[in-house]
């Protein structure tokens, strides 16, 4: 069983933006734009919501969210404020999809990573304790990339889907009382 922590999600509008007028326009503090430090606008609706970052280009990146729903509810937020605002004429984007999602896990044991990079073979594993107290292992064939911890707990990003994740996970549940 794995829990969504973060959806990563991008879209383009096919318009070239002021982003320092539409800062200025939205106000402070949802909008915040210092191009002196990062050349996007930040977009955040709450305090504790899912940031947009949006770019000269049209380009935009939501993050943060804890599904995928929220994240396309975001975005129809986000472009409803565009289309008030006269930014874009219909509140439409001209392509939208989830990049990343960000999963955690639990496999119920304490792990050896030692015997784990091993046994999972050490071509498919970076273990350096120095430098991560994770162990980093790429599955053969899979889209996503897994942090196993000593403790059990296990993250896996780089997936465009969740079942590409519960694919991941299930075989490493499986992998895992194989090797140890």
Same mark, same amino acid.
């Given at each position: 069983?794995?829990?969504?922590?973060?959806?990563?999600?991008?879209?383009?509008?096919?318009?070239?933006?002021?982003?320092?007028?539409?800062?200025?326009?939205?106000?402070?503090?949802?909008?915040?734009?210092?191009?002196?430090?990062?050349?996007?606008?930040?977009?955040?609706?709450?305090?504790?919501?899912?940031?947009?970052?949006?770019?000269? !280009?049209?380009?935009?990146?939501?993050?943060?969210?804890?599904?995928?729903?929220?994240?396309?509810?975001?975005?129809?937020?986000?472009?409803?404020?565009?289309?008030?605002?006269?930014?874009?004429?219909?509140?439409?984007?001209?392509?939208?999809?989830?990049?990343?999602?960000?999963?955690?896990?639990?496999?119920?044991?304490?792990?050896? *990573?030692?015997?784990?990079?091993?046994?999972?073979?050490?071509?498919?594993?970076?273990?350096?304790?120095?430098?991560?107290?994770?162990?980093?292992?790429?599955?053969?064939?899979?889209?996503?990339?897994?942090?196993?911890?000593? !403790?059990?707990?296990?993250?896996?990003?780089?997936?465009?889907?969740?079942?590409?994740?519960?694919?991941?996970?299930?075989?490493?549940?499986?992998?895992?009382?194989?090797? *140890?």
């Amino acid at each position: 069983m794995v829990e969504i922590v973060n959806v990563v999600a991008s879209g383009a509008l096919n318009v070239e933006l002021d982003l320092e007028r539409l800062a200025d326009d939205i106000g402070e503090p949802v909008a915040r734009h210092d191009p002196d430090k990062y050349p996007g606008m930040y977009l955040r609706f709450e305090e504790d919501a899912p940031l947009i970052t949006v770019y000269r !280009t049209g380009k935009f990146i939501i993050t943060g969210a804890d599904s995928e729903d929220e994240s396309y509810s975001l975005r129809e937020r986000f472009l409803n404020l565009f289309s008030d605002m006269d930014v874009i004429e219909e509140p439409e984007d001209e392509w939208f999809a989830v990049q990343n999602y960000v999963c955690t896990g639990e496999l119920d044991q304490n792990l050896n *990573l030692n015997a784990l990079a091993i046994g999972l073979g050490l071509e498919k594993t970076e273990y350096e304790p120095e430098q991560f107290p994770g162990l980093i292992y790429r599955p053969e064939g899979a889209e996503g990339v897994v942090l196993l911890f000593a !403790t059990g707990k296990v993250v896996i990003t780089g997936c465009r889907s969740v079942e590409s994740v519960e694919e991941i996970f299930a075989s490493l549940t499986e992998t895992v009382s194989e090797v *140890l």
